[in-house]
């Protein structure tokens, strides 16, 4: 039985709260048990066309020819889509907030990068005659050698997997071929250390599974308007990339969702309704893109495999000096959300512990698998299931009870986090005393009389006095946006950015910079943003109660792209 | 892609009217998931045929009709013994459609029921032949070319004890098999004689095992021997990689399996 | 290719339509006929979103061909209210929280419904056994189970 109790956070409860605690029924559940809730396919049209894709078999290919005629021909079918009857062939779903260069087109042209990957899409009649065409459409492919694994893919010589990155690594804040995180200094930290503790975690992809497929249904409405009844978890983020890929103005587009039947993060990038809208406009017809489970299961996007490196310089008394991450997404062919997944989980790093030297160098690294996209934790289930394995390893090589090691290492409401944030409302050591408590575990005095709100800050809540820094991984002649230039300037409208080569400098080397110019700052705030172009330093550590009135506007603007996928 | 559905009145009929073009459907669970999926033939046959339904008592035996279905099965007086097998198969749903006929041609992991047909030893009536019931063992592996079964008859064992079914999956209480073990163990003064255990999903249909008949032949069902069968249990099996478990983990748990149906036989 | 016209009874009420050859139960229910209340999870059989009873067994809509409910009684989850009086399972469903997308519901509630037609005081078991077919995502099925429980008991909370 779980109490919720009183002491914690007692400065910030509310307590005229109306609903939690008893029980109460879901605004939407008399829909759901008469079955008249209304999903995106719950909605008739006359003459309504079915859209089915023409897959690659192949995880990478080259596209000779791709021949429709016969398919054209067949019974039933109305028009074939190719790459390009698409008016913006190429995308990248967080070009809209300005991030990322485009790298996925919605049906290729040139290549496939990944076994599922559309290249045409037949609209029919019925939707057996739409699949009976799709088996008569002959694509002339060039197998080329392909690539699955993260480390396979960035070693020299690999197959370039997405044309746009070419060393298969996403670039960072145009700058840099993974993401940094540098907090004091690991290395003269492991010198110092009792114990070196390293580890290799690696977690496969995962399928969010929701019980309706993905899909869209698009109708030609009045005033030259388009209808789409679309199953997305993020209708603007859906709106806004139909509106590029068919490059008409969002205003002649009504997109009607909100009732999904399940997502998990799997409907947050969906290429549905630009392929329907497309169906509807070019048949002037009803047109539904649907998957059916089998593609759910192929071709959408799941949470990405992760593997995970961390070394840790570990004290006698079991406290953990320094902690050293690398970590390589796979983010399959194309960017969609794992780039953004990366910047989160940086932010989380080296998760709610309190360790004076944190470094990490994480890459988003293409392979020839499923793009990956959103699930629940996302950006962090991964690395926290690695950062737990290796907490239960450090407790082993010091030989100290797993929950009295995390007790000791656990973070303080006042400690300074690896991000640059005070931490607050922190709340891990009382968790574990309840662990400990209802699993029978006898705790240490010590960890028995900790506190997350007393020995916290002071000089917890410091930034290190030094921070080694380094140009390692640099890239230059990219532009991925302006992201990193951001700073309170407005955002650059979505362009679209050539596929410029880019080269990378031959040795990495170390080259000692003031801690303002830290390349790391994820998901930062925007006075903090701004403050990484100038030489002022970070602000100092705030106390817990000051920073609750803080604005946080930058932060808000990543918080929106994780809100997404509650659901 | 289907063009047509027929509807004939005997099964007879039914089988003249196939061909290369043309699938047969009972239950339609397997059948109509290729249909679905646009990748099956142009013709659809099913038959309306009554005596499809029947389920006739016959001193030791049952004559079961093809499209007998499993919740049929379960629920039938007679047939306690086949009520574990039939119970096993899919939800509740797919037991209210699936059928015994179709059950023998379900490619693997699929068959539970046919693996207990094959450890009872049934014969197979095909349609439109006057010839005798075939044993389903040759059925099994000439399914494809056979025709279409009209019933099957079923000896009904003298103790309930002598028929053991287990079926391994991953998912409880609904789930594909791992593996599934049917063993029908007739015994005489506390001796088994003629032994007949069958595996399924071991290999690219029902199989027997006969080196475990071999070794429980003639013998009590004691620990000595269940553990022998058990040592032997996959020989002679070819079990296949699919999502649900490698052939190493096959090899590897069959004889566990194996032993524990035996051992549950043993306490009867 | 000819459609075939289907006479069946729906709900209660005679209902005909025409199907495509070798159209299934789901496809035309749902657009045939009219009835969005049965789903599409999978059309494998192994979701259960789509169940519905015939002759008041259950059958999933997407693995049976629609000719085959020619002249039979086929109730979905849109049937269960009796004009504006919800079915007690559906009560049941709404006071113990059994649904959060909702999409699995109306065939959770007809493998439900099937149950308690034929065993009105099913034990825990029972009950999931019934609804063994029917995959939810999102709920975790306790709470699906103690509605049916519920609803058996004759009280809407568990
Ligand atoms: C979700 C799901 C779960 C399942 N779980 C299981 C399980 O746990 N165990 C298991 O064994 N199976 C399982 N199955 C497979 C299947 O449901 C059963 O094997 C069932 O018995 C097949 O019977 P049917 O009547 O539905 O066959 P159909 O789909 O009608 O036919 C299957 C095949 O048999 C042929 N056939 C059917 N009847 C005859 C006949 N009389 N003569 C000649 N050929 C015939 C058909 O032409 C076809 O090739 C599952 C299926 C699904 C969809
Ligand atoms: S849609 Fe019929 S079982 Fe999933
Ligand atoms: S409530 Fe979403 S699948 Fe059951």
């Keep these: 039985m779980i109490e919720f109790r009183k002491e914690f956070f007692a400065d910030e409860r509310d307590d005229n709260l109306n609903e939690v605690g008893k029980p109460t029924r879901r605004q939407d559940i008399l829909g759901h048990v008469t079955g008249r809730s209304p999903y995106f396919d719950d909605h008739l049209f006359d003459g309504l066309l079915h859209i089915r894709c023409v897959r690659s078999p192949h995880h990478h290919a080259r596209i000779r020819r791709i021949d429709i005629a016969e398919a054209q021909s067949m019974p039933g079918v109305v028009r074939v889509l190719v790459g390009r009857d698409v008016p913006r062939n190429l995308n990248t779903l967080l070009s809209l907030l300005d991030f990322g260069i485009d790298d996925e087109p919605l049906l290729a042209e040139t290549k496939v990068a990944y076994k599922g990957e559309p290249v045409a899409a037949i609209i029919?009649?019925?939707?057996?005659?739409?699949?009976?065409?799709?088996?008569?459409?002959?694509?002339?492919?060039?197998?080329?050698?392909?690539?699955?694994?993260?480390?396979?893919?960035?070693?020299?010589?690999?197959?370039?997997?997405?044309e746009v990155y070419q060393t298969n690594k996403f670039i960072y804040h145009g700058k840099y071929d993974h993401q940094k995180l540098r907090y004091g200094d690991v290395e003269a930290a492991f010198a110092r250390a009792d114990h070196i503790v390293e580890g290799r975690y690696q977690m496969s992809p995962i399928e969010q599974a929701p019980i309706e497929t993905c899909g869209a249904i698009a109708a030609p409405e009045v005033n030259d308007r388009y209808v789409c009844y679309t199953s997305t978890q993020a209708l603007f983020f859906s709106l806004g990339t139909a509106a590029k890929m068919l490059t008409m103005p969002s205003n002649r587009l009504h997109f009607i969702g909100g009732t999904v039947g399940g997502g998990f993060g799997g409907k947050v990038d969906s290429l549905h309704e630009p392929i329907a809208i497309l169906g509807a406009m070019l048949t002037g017809r009803p047109c539904k893109f649907a998957w059916d489970r089998e593609e759910e299961m192929q071709v959408g996007a799941p949470r990405g495999a992760e593997r995970w490196y961390i070394k840790d310089g570990v004290a006698r008394d079991g406290r953990i000096l320094a902690r050293k991450f690398t970590g390589y997404f796979d983010s399959g062919a194309y960017t969609r959300l794992s780039s953004y997944a990366i910047i989160k989980g940086v932010g989380h790093l080296p998760g709610p512990y309190t360790i004076p030297n944190v470094h990490a160098d994480v890459y988003c690294v293409f392979t020839n698998r499923t793009p990956a996209t959103a699930m629940r934790g996302f950006g962090i289930t991964g690395v926290d299931f690695a950062i737990e394995a290796h907490m239960d390893k450090v407790a082993e090589a010091v030989g100290m009870n797993p929950i009295d090691l995390r007790i000791l290492n656990s973070y303080r409401d006042g400690d300074m986090k690896a991000h640059r944030r005070v931490a607050k409302n922190t709340a891990l050591i009382e968790c574990c005393q309840v662990v400990a408590d209802k699993a029978g575990i006898a705790l240490q005095a010590s960890s028995r009389a900790a506190s997350s709100l007393r020995d916290g800050g002071g000089e917890r809540g410091r930034l290190p006095a030094h921070t080694a820094l380094d140009q390692k991984g640099t890239v230059t002649g990219i532009d991925t946006g302006g992201y990193a230039r951001k700073g309170g300037a407005p955002g650059r409208p979505a362009q679209p950015v050539p596929m410029p080569g880019y080269s990378m400098p031959a040795a990495a080397t170390a080259a000692p910079r003031p801690p303002a110019q830290t390349p790391a700052r994820p998901a930062a705030t925007a006075a903090s943003v701004a403050s990484s172009q100038s030489t002022t330093p970070p602000p100092p550590p705030a106390q817990p109660a000051n920073t609750t009135d803080r604005p946080r506007q930058g932060a808000m603007r990543f918080s929106s792209i994780s809100g997404l996928r509650r659901r | 892609m289907i063009q047509s559905v027929e509807t004939h009145a005997t099964i007879a009929e039914a089988q003249r009217a196939m061909g290369a073009d043309a699938i047969y459907m009972a239950g339609g669970t397997l059948v109509m998931r290729d249909v679905n999926a646009g990748v099956t033939a142009t013709r659809i046959v099913r038959s309306s045929d009554p005596v499809l339904a029947d389920i006739r008592l016959s001193g030791d035996g049952v004559t079961i009709g093809a499209g007998v279905t499993m919740a049929m099965i379960a629920v039938h007086r007679d047939l306690t013994f086949l009520a574990p097998v039939a119970r096993s198969v899919g939800g509740p749903q797919i037991r209210n459609m699936a059928t015994v006929g179709g059950n023998l041609f379900a490619p693997h992991p699929y068959g539970d029921f046919a693996v207990a047909m094959l450890a009872l030893g049934a014969r197979v009536s095909v349609a439109g032949q006057s010839a005798a019931p075939r044993p389903i063992a040759d059925v099994l592996r000439e399914r494809g070319r056979i025709g279409l079964v009209a019933s099957v008859q079923v000896p009904r064992p003298q103790a309930p004890a002598d028929f053991g079914f287990l079926k391994a999956s991953r998912i409880k209480p609904k789930g594909v098999s791992v593996l599934s073990i049917a063993a029908y163990l007739p015994r005489q003064g506390g001796r088994i004689r003629g032994a007949r255990v069958a595996f399924g999903a071991m290999g690219p249909m029902p199989l027997q095992a006969s080196a475990v008949e071999r070794v429980l032949d003639g013998q009590s069902l004691d620990a000595a021997t269940i553990t022998r069968a058990a040592q032997v249990a996959v020989e002679g099996l070819d079990p296949p990689t699919d999502p649900l478990a490698t052939t190493w983990y096959r090899r590897e748990v069959a004889g566990v399996h194996l032993k524990r149906l035996l051992e549950r036989m043993a306490r009867g | 290719?000819?459609?075939?016209?289907?006479?069946?009874?729906?709900?209660?009420?005679?209902?005909?339509?025409?199907?495509?050859?070798?159209?299934?139960?789901?496809?035309?229910?749902?657009?045939?006929?009219?009835?969005?209340?049965?789903?599409?999870?999978?059309?494998?059989?192994?979701?259960?979103a789509c169940t519905v009873t015939i002759?008041?067994?259950?059958?999933?809509?997407?693995?049976?061909?629609?000719?085959?409910?020619?002249?039979?009684?086929?109730?979905?989850?849109?049937?269960?209210?009796t004009g504006a009086t919800l079915h007690p399972l559906q009560e049941a469903f709404m006071e113990n929280f059994a649904a959060q997308c909702g999409y699995c519901t109306p065939g959770m509630l007809i493998s439900a419904k099937a149950l308690l037609d034929r065993n009105p005081n099913p034990s825990r078991e029972e009950v999931v056994e019934a609804i063994s077919g029917n995959i939810c995502r999102c709920t975790g099925y306790e709470p699906i189970i103690e509605a049916i429980l519920a609803a058996a008991k004759g009280r809407a909370r568990a």
Excluded at chain 3, 57 to 62: E, G, N, S, V, W
Aim: glycine share 10%; net charge neutral.
């Design chain 1, 124 to 162: 029919a009649e019925t939707e057996a005659q739409a699949r009976a065409a799709v088996a008569r459409v002959r694509v002339d492919w060039d197998v080329r050698p392909h690539v699955l694994d993260v480390e396979e893919a960035i070693k020299p010589g690999a197959p370039v997997v997405c």
């Design chain 3, 1 to 48: 290719m000819a459609k075939t016209p289907i006479v069946f009874v729906l709900n209660g009420a005679e209902r005909a339509s025409f199907a495509e050859p070798g159209q299934n139960l789901l496809e035309f229910l749902r657009r045939g006929v009219g009835d969005l209340s049965p789903k599409y999870g999978c059309g494998q059989g192994t979701c259960g």
């Design chain 3, 55 to 81: 002759d008041g067994q259950t059958h999933l809509a997407c693995l049976t061909l629609a000719e085959s409910v020619t002249g039979r009684r086929v109730q979905t989850a849109a049937g269960l209210a």
